[in-house]
């Protein structure tokens, strides 16, 4: 049987490329190259008679990964300074997802979609998916180490992971089209990240159910998302023991914790929308990341909250600062609740870190 044209047509084309660079076009983008020539060439032999937007269905391992926080980053920082941050921060996304045959679907503001399966399938499109997702938050420490050094705010970022059937193929008009994935597997995913915290990797139960024997993750937690009757098994990702990789979130979690008795307010969060009713309650500890909150309103793990409280070491009135509930317990009647904070200003940040620190000095 004849070769097919384009793919010698891409083979000389990676040779002039790797000529005149010093390197040929990564894997991800020699084959949308190859897809490239053979829609200008028409190569495809089925072009004739295939309608113009056709697809298929592919079982795809969906990463998204979010950087949490950086909204209020935004609205402190000079654009310029802003912009350098986040084409440093997906840049250096990009070489990782580059390096594992991913292929980068879309870039979503601070967000970034990342699909293994597509368009050619590999038996271990899970695993590099998941070794992936961990090299992005072991970057994500080098980078905020980098920023740490030249005085610019930390980044975190969550992912969410699953691996599902979806509907693959080019979507859109003859004025503009895209190749993407749709479906309720890719939703689902969407839903995942949410359900990250900074720093974290969520996976799905059908993507552990893929890798059970390749990684080592927390035992499963129940949660209700948009769109699902019943509650959905996530699990958290910890580490591939066989390359020895480790997702660093203990590092991001570490600070002293001290004891106090602050008054605070918090308001629940339900699909994104800050409820109107406000709750007082009363910080027990606090950390650089995190609270622990009492209150007699019972909470769930992973509500999302917003917080209000005053630092009175500091003269500071800690706004706008987002959590989520990671640990409950019920105690002679009160609730007590583990929050982590997912989302604050660079100000509020630094404030919460020097009444931290002050107490600290206070006790030593």
């Known amino acids: 049987m004849k070769d097919d044209p384009s793919k010698e047509a891409t083979r000389r084309l990676q040779t002039l490329i790797a000529r005149e660079t010093g390197a040929p076009l990564k894997h991800a983008a020699e084959l949308e190259m190859e897809s490239i020539i053979k ?15 056709s697809f298929v269905r592919r079982e795809v391992t969906i990463l998204l990964a979010d950087l949490r926080g950086f909204t209020s980053i935004t609205a402190t920082l000079p654009a310029g300074m802003v912009i350098a941050m986040l084409n440093r921060c997906l840049g250096r996304m990009n070489e990782i997802v580059s390096r594992h045959h991913g ?17 050619s399938e590999h038996p271990d499109d899970v695993k590099r998916a998941l070794t992936c997702a961990i ?65 974290q990797v969520l996976i799905s139960e059908n993507t552990f159910n893929h890798c059970r024997d390749f990684v080592k993750v927390s035992d499963a937690m129940e949660v209700f998302v948009k769109g699902k009757a019943q509650p959905v098994k996530l699990r958290e990702l910890y580490a591939i023991p066989s390359l020895n990789l480790e997702v660093p979130r203990k590092e991001v979690r570490r600070s002293h914790r001290m004891e106090v008795k602050l008054p605070c307010t918090f308001n629940l969060i339900v699909n994104k929308i800050v409820m109107p009713r406000t709750v007082s309650a009363t910080i027990r500890d606090i950390g650089y990341h ?46 007590f609740a583990g929050l982590e904070f997912t989302s604050s200003s660079p100000d509020t940040n630094m404030k919460i870190q020097l009444f931290v620190q002050l107490l600290v000095s206070a006790t030593a």
């Open 290 to 335: 995190g609270v622990l909150l009492e209150s007699d309103h019972p909470l769930n793990e992973l509500d999302d909250l917003k917080l209000e409280f005053d630092l009175p070491l500091v003269d500071f009135k800690a706004t706008d600062i987002y959590a989520k509930a990671v640990k409950i317990k019920r105690d002679d009647g009160r609730h």
């Open 39 to 53: 829609h200008a060439c028409g190569a495809d032999s089925s072009a004739s008679t295939a309608p113009e937007h």
């Open 135 to 199: 090299e992005m938050q072991l970057a994500m420490v080098e980078l905020n180490n980098q920023d740490r050094e030249e005085g610019m705010p930390e980044l975190f970022m969550g992912i969410g992971i699953n691996t599902g059937s979806v509907m693959a193929g080019k979507f859109g008009s003859n004025f503009y089209s895209e190749y993407t994935v749709i479906g309720d597997e890719v939703n689902l995913a969407s839903r995942i990240e949410a359900f990250s915290l900074r720093g």
């Open 103 to 119: 292929v980068i679907d879309k870039f979503m503001g601070d967000s970034i979609m990342v699909l293994f399966g597509v368009p």
